[in-house]
């Protein structure tokens, strides 16, 4: 398969509309169908979840919004292999086989190894996770091989020096924002993907949202260039036009998203010198403006022993930061985050669990401290006891 000659878009299945927020298990079937459906007619087939995505049910939602309802041929679909959850070798049988059943089908399209890094390098080399999926491949369960990957450059060169005749692909988290960033290396990363000659899927083009909700300074800019092209495609277009990226993925929670993300794609344009200029001014206002580079992707939450909602009180954070004047509202909102049942910054005993998790490796400890500090020190709302 020429794996640049693919459709450039995918559906990310990572945070799908649900009817509670706090529950990421009640999915909200009428708008997934709907999305779903929409996208499909629009003129795109694939789909990316994994196994641990909203509490470890996304793959069976999937199954039910997609694959119960349309034909297999109809639609590609990609799931993971949690790397931090597998054991041994039995284990990575035993996951497998339940996300083929999961799923409801007896083969993926696309199958990755997921967030792969420093953390599960050894136990993947030692459990030779690798040749498990060319395995799997060779059966005809999977038929593109692939590794998602939040570490760092030199980490990657030598797993794809080591075992790039297993990896077809790799996915890489590419956005502008964090083209340039230390701790994520968008830029380094996909340069030793080019010199394998590894195709590339994008995750995070947005970086969760930040990138759609740009300081209105940033907006200005872009809306002044082009009036019609809403803030997000020009991140989508962005990570899209870069050398050897084949798809870039997005998540999509209303209608008005999925119509502007397929129309971005079913006309694809790269982005043009004039456009790169506007997108480093981009860069440098919203640099001034973010606290924590958090993409929510709530990794960190399953571990955590306080059940603190780490990646809310980050958001509020950042919007905090962005605020003038002595009350911003996010202190009520976190006030009542802890109030429904979350530990606070403070109940953080600083076991470092979340920061093992986290892709964007963010000193959340640290961080919490500073949320600790904007909202809680002298908070005159009441708090739980
Ligand atoms: S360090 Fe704090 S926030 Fe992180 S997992 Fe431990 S208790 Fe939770
Ligand atoms: S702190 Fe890290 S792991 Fe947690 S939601 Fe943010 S980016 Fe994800």
Not at 3 to 13: A, S, V
Not at 179 to 197: F, H, M, T
Not at 241 to 259: A, C, D, H, I, Y
Not at 261 to 274: C, R
């Amino acid at each position: 398969m020429d794996l640049m000659n693919e459709k450039k878009f995918g559906f990310g299945c990572m945070r799908m509309p649900v009817l509670e927020a706090g529950d990421p298990t009640s999915f909200d079937y009428e708008k997934i169908n709907l999305f779903f459906d929409t996208f499909l007619e629009q003129g795109f087939t694939y789909f990316d979840t994994a196994y641990t995505y909203h509490g470890y049910h996304a793959e069976e939602a999937v199954r039910k919004a997609l694959v119960e309802r349309h034909k297999r041929e109809e639609f590609q679909l990609t799931t993971k292999m949690p790397l931090r959850d597998f054991k041994d070798n039995e284990d990575l049988e035993r996951i497998f086989n339940e996300q083929l059943a999961n799923c409801g089908v007896d083969y993926f399209d696309f199958y990755l190894l997921h967030n792969m890094g420093h953390n599960v390098y050894e136990k993947c080399c030692k459990y030779d996770a690798f040749h498990f999926v060319q395995k799997k491949q060779q059966e005809g369960k999977i038929k593109v091989v692939g590794m998602s990957f939040h570490d760092t450059p030199e980490l990657l060169d030598e797993i794809l020096s080591k075992y790039g005749d297993c990896i077809d692909f790799v996915q890489l988290q590419i956005n502008y924002i964090d083209w340039e960033q230390p701790n994520v290396q968008s830029r380094r990363c996909l340069e030793i993907a080019n010199k394998y000659d590894k195709p590339v899927t994008v995750m995070e083009p947005c970086k969760g949202g930040t990138l759609v909700n740009v300081p209105e300074e940033a907006a200005k800019l872009m809306k002044e260039y082009n009036s019609e092209a809403s803030i997000a495609s020009w991140a989508l277009r962005f990570a899209a036009s870069q050398k050897g990226v084949f798809r870039v993925l997005s998540g999509m929670n209303t209608m008005e998203q999925v119509m502007d993300n397929t129309a971005t794609f079913k006309e694809f344009k790269p982005l043009n010198e004039e456009e790169n200029a506007i997108i480093d001014k981009v860069v440098e206002i919203i640099n001034a403006n973010t606290a924590v580079a958090c993409t929510a992707c709530e990794y960190c939450t399953h571990g955590c022993p306080k059940n603190i909602a780490i990646p809310q009180y980050f958001a509020l954070y950042n919007s905090a930061m962005r605020t003038t004047g002595s009350f911003s509202s996010q202190a009520v909102y976190y006030n009542n985050i802890a109030l429904a049942g979350h530990g606070k910054a403070s109940d953080c005993i600083k076991c470092g669990k979340c920061e093992q998790a986290c892709p964007q490796h963010l000193e959340v400890r640290q961080y919490l401290d500073d949320v600790k500090g904007k909202f809680e020190a002298n908070s005159i709302i009441p708090t739980r006891k």
